[in-house]
């Protein structure tokens, strides 16, 4: 065994202890929201807040279901996330093996630099800029026009993710590959995916993430309902004077639910990828 | 090893698949939007020409007022052979960055909403259609408030429409005055000063709230500066803007007594000490849960009802208190109408949205109409029209600004009256330098 | 002279980075190229009168502006404790989402809410919470005898800026959470457990064996987050709009400030270009330091 029978129970605890407290911090917003969406509306800002309910309604997430346009947006999120996530993997993925394999060409660093450096502009002074380019290839209000935005986004980090993973498997798994006469490409899909399958999670999820959550070209890009993704959507509910909380609150935890239940069932990825993985095989 | 490479597998297959599906729905995204011409072109061959007009609005789609203006536009567009309405909803906080991003592209919609500090902005980028002569030629144009249409009047241009009003008046919990022994609402600032002590020790609440941040902060000090019969900026014989603070010593002090009276409010504990740096959703949120008396405000301020109709069920109306001179800030909401190829259209729309049909059934007690004051908190809101002070037809981005920070220097700083009042004069006309329209520059 | 197969090799890494590359000179170049090109123009939407080629004027015009300085201080503030906040919990968190222990998968589930909730409503319900007289953290802190009275955290000139670090770090740290919790599977067991049985302790093993293998996935991490919070404005623009009085106003919002509030896109560009010099002089300063130190 690693450490005593007296030990493993004091980390445990300690373990315990530590998983409490991070979900404490993590959970009090969300459940505060949660709490918000099922208040009436007469009980949602007082002087005295709390998280007891007294006569619970579901009326704020009828009025976000059946009053509002929250599935289409969610649906369009859902197409526009997916799609971004897919496409900035297969890219990235490529992209992060000629970055952790072959630096010692001018090239391959020269570029890593650029994508480094494309990362530091702000956000602001890229809105009239990409509104232009949009425009110019008759994108503005396209599904295309937030996935290429957001697929831009996201794939310096996704490749310098998938680099540093690829770092830490050593080479000699692809040389005796290469000696079997698997071809590079597929080296990459037979050998070294399946192993940082965990990694792969990782960093489709923040793919998806930051597609789902973008909320300034959502916006800017998309001019009809039809078209609108779902953070663009919500805030819909922020008023010029007055914000109907218990509705935005309710779509925000409809949003977020599918997501953390979504991600659960994929966590096991994040296990599973190494232990089994292919130093045995 | 097997289960892992079926499922890198499944997982390969699934990207691609989803790779082939985003290009699929691209070609139709692309195959529609090829076939939106085409069907214009079909309408072509009727008689009349369809012109679709983009129209962007802040309305609020949960709300009556929201469904009523969709159902209105609705009912144009279908009396209308000749003029299709886009109504897009897009909320204020993005409104202007999206509004920039698209004039900046040539890409501005026919009609948009707006706020009233974008209207020497949006005028100075040269997006706004002139208007003068639709204007001139209906029937209808002495209905509006004079005032309020010479408020979007630039060089004898008229830039924009009015949308709605935003007069503000002084609300007040009649209970928490009369916990005080107080029987009316101050009508100047020293009475407010001189009430202060009596409210907070009979009640434990403050008389007044303010906002001393964000955007309404300079839209109550404007107020209170026109109160003591102090403009921001006036316009010059040359056409352009300057304030006047520092050449005038007789403003300067009055400019100074304006932040003296912030001063004032603090320390004789008028307002709560947090108010120095509440936006207008503290001020709103905290008069409305009954936290202190009294506050200068909207007519916005009644759809709280719903919220908390405990905290509002005592609340009254009556003018702002002053120095010198009654004076209120009156917020026009503008309708903007950028410059387009079928300017006839647009003007019949913007007309009807004008008009006392739509007014009274969307703006019943903040319409920019003489002839639509509804019963109730409209009417009382409407009389105080005239008095109203707008702010001056230039560039407010920095001004506004400079003004929330004027504010903060007085009571967070603790900075002298005088010395604030200098440096905002001067901050005034730095802002107007940059951007061209600071007099004889 | 390469080899024939150096020269094959060659081919197949630049095909690689072909994808990436057509997005980023699609849509990266571009405005990063005007960015820089700007910053020497004067280009106000709102005062055609000058226009051309300016030097450094735009430079010197940010330079002079009266809070400059405290933004420049803010913004390095922000994003240091900003970044060390977030790794401090995302390691902590990670080691103990990889024990075996019940409850695993709920605790990942819970751990990875502050991420998917959008920004604009998690600032939005973060700033009621901490709001003083109608929010549940500062009624419970007064309950609890912790405050004497509600404190305004968002509104006081001392704590704006540091609560929205707080914030800043609830949202972003299950990032390095399940980054480093990918990495982790990385760590070798059966090296754990031969140092064990050499007999290292727990603390031993971590910081000899775990650490130095969650090495380039952490420089990774926490170079690209100095980047990106370094130029994030959402949560501050969101909760304090950079107020009271500049306290928790960072670069980014300055630029947002002229951008779109003063419509000079030259300054903006210029302040811009300079947040692009600072950081790239940071990562050199950072590349020669660390080089030095494995000669030495």
């Known amino acids: 065994m690693l450490m005593s029978r007296r030990k493993q129970r004091f980390f445990k605890l300690l373990t315990y202890a530590v998983l409490l407290g991070f979900s404490v911090y993590c959970l009090l917003p969300f459940l505060w929201m949660f709490v918000t969406s099922i208040k009436p509306t007469d009980q949602i800002r007082t002087l005295n807040p709390s998280f007891w309910v007294d006569k619970p309604t579901w009326k704020h997430f009828d009025n976000v279901l059946n009053g509002s346009a929250f599935l289409t ?154 078209h609108r993704t779902l953070t663009p959507g919500i805030s819909l509910f922020k008023g010029l004077y007055q914000t109907d909380w218990g509705s935005m609150m309710a779509a925000s935890v409809l949003s977020v639910l599918p997501i953390v239940i979504i991600f659960v069932f994929l966590q096991r990825f994040l296990i599973e990828g190494m232990t089994a993985g292919s130093v045995k095989g | 090893m097997k289960v892992n490479k079926t499922l890198t597998a499944v997982l390969a297959l699934l990207m691609l698949a989803t790779l082939l599906a985003a290009c699929g729905s691209n070609k139709e995204n692309a195959s529609n939007a090829s076939g939106a011409p085409s069907e214009s072109a079909a309408g072509s061959k009727a008689p009349v020409k369809e012109v679709t007009l983009k129209f962007w609005s802040s309305l609020d789609p949960s709300s009556d007022q929201g469904k009523m203006i969709q159902q209105k536009v609705k009912e144009f567009d279908n009396s209308h052979d000749n003029i299709k309405i886009d109504l897009q909803v897009i909320t204020y906080d993005v409104l202007h960055d999206k509004l920039v991003a698209a004039i900046n592209a040539g890409d501005a919609p026919d009609l948009s909403w707006g706020l009233s500090e974008w209207f020497g902005e949006f005028n100075k980028l040269d997006a706004l259609a002139d208007l003068t002569s639709y204007v001139d030629g209906w029937a209808e144009k002495d209905k509006i408030y004079s005032n309020v249409l010479e408020a979007l009047t630039v060089d004898g241009k008229v830039k924009a429409l009015p949308n709605y009003l935003g007069i503000r008046a002084l609300l007040y919990h009649e209970n928490i005055l009369k916990d005080a022994g107080i029987s009316a609402a101050p009508k100047t600032w020293d009475e407010l000063l001189g009430i202060a002590q009596t409210v907070k020790e009979k009640t434990g609440k403050e008389a007044f709230g303010i906002a001393g941040a964000g955007v309404r902060s300079p839209q109550e000090l404007i107020m209170y500066l026109a109160q003591n019969d102090v403009v921001l900026a006036e316009k010059q014989s040359d056409g352009k803007y300057k304030n006047t603070w520092q050449d005038n010593p007789d403003q300067l002090s009055k400019a100074a007594e304006v932040f003296q009276f912030y001063q004032d409010l603090l320390d004789k504990k008028a307002i709560k000490t947090d108010a120095r740096t509440w936006g207008w959703e503290e001020e709103d949120q905290n008069f409305v849960l009954g936290q202190y008396a009294m506050v200068v405000n909207g007519t916005w301020i009644e759809g709280r009802s719903s919220e908390n109709p405990e905290g509002m069920k005592d609340v009254k109306i009556a003018a702002p208190m002053y120095k010198k001179t009654p004076a209120t800030f009156m917020e026009i909401a503008p309708l903007f109408v950028y410059k387009s190829s079928h300017p006839a259209e647009t003007w019949e729309f913007a007309s009807f949205l004008l008009g006392a049909d739509y007014q009274n059934a969307v703006n019943p007690s903040n319409a920019p109409r003489s002839d639509v004051v509804n019963e109730g908190w409209g009417k009382e809101f409407m009389e105080l029209a005239s008095q109203g002070v707008v702010f001056p037809a230039v560039s407010l981005g920095g001004i506004t600004k400079v003004m929330e920070d004027s504010l903060a220097r007085v009571m967070l700083k603790k900075e002298k009256p005088e010395d604030v009042a200098k440096w905002l004069s001067q901050a005034i006309n730095d802002s107007l330098s940059k951007t061209g329209e600071l007099s004889g520059s | 002279m390469l080899t024939l197969r150096e020269k094959k090799i060659r081919r197949l890494a630049i095909g690689f980075i072909v994808p990436a590359l057509l997005f980023f000179l699609l849509l990266n170049a571009f405005p990063l190229v005007q960015v820089l090109w700007d910053s020497f123009q004067f280009k106000n939407l709102l005062n055609n009168a000058l226009s051309g080629f300016s030097g450094l004027s735009n430079y010197a015009e940010v330079v002079k502006n009266e809070y400059f300085g405290t933004a420049l201080k803010n913004t390095v503030v922000w994003t240091v404790l900003s970044v060390a906040g977030e790794y401090a919990l995302g390691i902590v968190s990670a080691i103990a989402l990889n024990q075996q222990i019940k409850g695993r998968t709920f605790f990942r589930g819970i751990i990875i809410i502050p991420w998917v909730v959008p920004i604009v409503i998690a600032g939005m319900t973060w700033t009621w919470m901490l709001t003083p007289d109608y929010g549940i953290l500062n009624l419970w802190m007064v309950k609890l005898g912790i405050l004497d009275e509600p404190y305004y955290w968002l509104g006081e000139l001392n704590t704006a800026l540091l609560t929205v670090v707080f914030v800043n770090i609830w949202r972003s740290f299950p990032f390095f959470t399940i980054s480093l919790l990918a990495a982790l599977q990385s760590v070798s067991k059966d090296i754990l457990e031969a140092a064990a049985i050499d007999g290292a302790g727990v603390r031993r093993r971590f910081w000899h064996i775990v650490l130095p293998q969650l090495k380039t996935v952490s420089l990774t991490m926490i170079f690209i987050h100095i980047i990106w919070t370094a130029i994030n404005f959402d949560f501050i623009w969101v909760m304090t709009e950079g107020g009271p009085l500049h306290s928790s106003e960072t670069l980014p919002i300055m630029i947002y400030r002229y951008a779109m509030q003063e419509y000079n896109f030259g300054n903006a560009s210029a302040l811009a270009s300079m947040m692009l010099g600072f950081m790239i002089s940071g990562f050199i300063l950072y590349y020669y330091f660390s080089v030095r130190k494995n000669r030495g």
Do not use: H
């Not at chain 1, 940082?196 to 070209?217: I, Y």
């Open chain 1, 73 to 226: 947006f969610f649906k369009n999120s859902l197409f526009v996330a997916l799609a971004t996530t897919v496409a900035s993997l297969i890219i990235s993925i490529f992209a992060g093996y000629a970055l952790s394999r072959y630096v010692r060409f001018k090239g391959v660093k020269l570029f890593s630099v650029a994508m480094l450096l494309s990362q530091m502009i702000p956000g602001v002074l890229l809105l009239i800029p990409l509104y232009l380019v949009m425009k110019n290839l008759s994108l503005i209000n396209t599904y295309a026009s937030l996935i290429l935005a957001y697929t831009t986004f996201t794939v310096p980090l996704c490749t310098f993710m998938m680099k540093s993973f690829f770092d830490t498997i050593a080479y000699e798994m692809e040389e005796s590959a290469e000696i079997d006469g698997c071809s590079r490409i597929g080296i990459i899909f037979r050998i070294l995916l399946p192993v940082s399958l965990p990694s792969l999670v990782a960093t489709s999820l923040f793919a998806f993430l930051n597609a789902w959550n973008e909320f300034m070209f959502g916006f800017v890009f998309i001019n009809d309902e039809a």
